[in-house]
C-alpha cells in the first residue's frame, strides 16, 4: 500500500502560481513513477502531468505545458506540480497518483494504482 497526501491547494488571482506537493508513505517510493491529475465539475479527471522514478522523463498535457512543471525528491518521497500563470480553467481537484510501473510515464488512469485525496484549486479571473 502507498498513501498519498496532497497539499498547496487554495484559491489564487489569474497569472497566479501555486505550488502542489503530494507526500508518500507506505512503499518504497522511488518504485513509482507519479502523476497529478484533475478533475473540474461535470467534467472527466484527466492527466496534467506524470515523471518517471528518477525524474528524468515526463510528460505534460497539452493545455499546461511552459506553464506546469512536475519534480519529485525521492529522498522526501514527495511530488511537486509548480504551477504558474495560472487561468480560470485550471480550476479543478488536483490528485496525485502512484503507478508501479516506474520506468514508464504512464498517460492513463488505469495504469495508476494509488491516489490521494485530492486538493482544490481556484483561479479566479
Known amino acids: 500500500q502507498v498513501q498519498l497526501v496532497e497539499s498547496g491547494g487554495g484559491l489564487v488571482q489569474a497569472g497566479g502560481s501555486l505550488r502542489l506537493s503530494c507526500a508518500a508513505s507506505?512503499?518504497?517510493?522511488?518504485?513509482?513513477?507519479m502523476g497529478w491529475f484533475r478533475q473540474a465539475p461535470g467534467k472527466e479527471r484527466e492527466l496534467v502531468s506524470t515523471?518517471?522514478?528518477?525524474?528524468?522523463?515526463?510528460h505534460y498535457a497539452d493545455s499546461v505545458k511552459g506553464r506546469f512543471t512536475i519534480s519529485r525528491d525521492n529522498a522526501k518521497n514527495t511530488v511537486y506540480l509548480q504551477m504558474n500563470s495560472l487561468k480560470p480553467e485550471d480550476t479543478a481537484v488536483y490528485y496525485c497518483?502512484?503507478?508501479?510501473?516506474?520506468?514508464?510515464?504512464?498517460?492513463?488512469?488505469?495504469?495508476?494504482?494509488?491516489w490521494g485525496q485530492g486538493t482544490q484549486v481556484t483561479v479566479s479571473s
Open positions: 507506505g512503499r518504497t517510493f522511488s518504485n513509482y513513477a
Open positions: 515523471i518517471s522514478w528518477s525524474g528524468s522523463y515526463t
Open positions: 497518483a502512484a503507478s508501479g510501473l516506474p520506468f514508464e510515464i504512464p498517460l492513463t488512469r488505469d495504469r495508476y494504482d494509488y
